[in-house]
Nanobody
Framework: QNQPVESGGGSVQAGESLKLTCVHP????VAWFRQALGKEREAVAS????????RYAASAAGRFSISQDQRKRTVYLQMSDLKPDDSAMYYC????????????????????WGKGIQVTVSS
């Protein structure tokens, strides 16, 4: 399968935690994006699978943690202290290996996308 596959979404209460899982097909940089209704898609976090370098959006820093199991080609997004504003469709994306001059948060840097998984946080 040549696209990432997400799992682990669901509905939680504010303050609770949730862990998303992404099984990705290649060994390039993997990122989580999210898109809430009526809003633009935004990057949440990324990990370079080769050396484990991680990046976080300001909205995720301190609450979310991205990690990986290289052997399983699996990337995790541990989300803690969730807030209603975190409600969105979360997408796992993997770089094609080519770069286009953008930052880790630029969606055009990723050539492979999962179908997305819903996260809903209630107050």
């Amino acid at each position: 399968q040549n696209q990432p596959v997400e799992s682990g979404g669901g509905s939680v209460q504010a303050g609770e935690s949730l862990k998303l899982t992404c099984v990705h097909p290649y060994t390039n940089r993997v990122a989580w994006f999210r898109q809430a209704l009526g809003k633009e898609r935004e990057a949440v976090a990324s990990i370079t699978t080769g050396d484990g370098t991680t990046r976080y959006a300001a909205s995720a820093a301190g609450r979310f943690s991205i990690s990986q199991d290289q052997r399983k080609r699996t990337v995790y997004l541990q989300m803690s202290d969730l807030k209603p504003d975190d409600s969105a469709m979360y997408y796992c994306a993997e770089s094609s290996g080519r770069t286009y001059g953008g930052s880790w948060a630029a969606d055009y840097e990723y050539g492979y996308w999962g179908k997305g998984i819903q996260v809903t946080v209630s107050s």
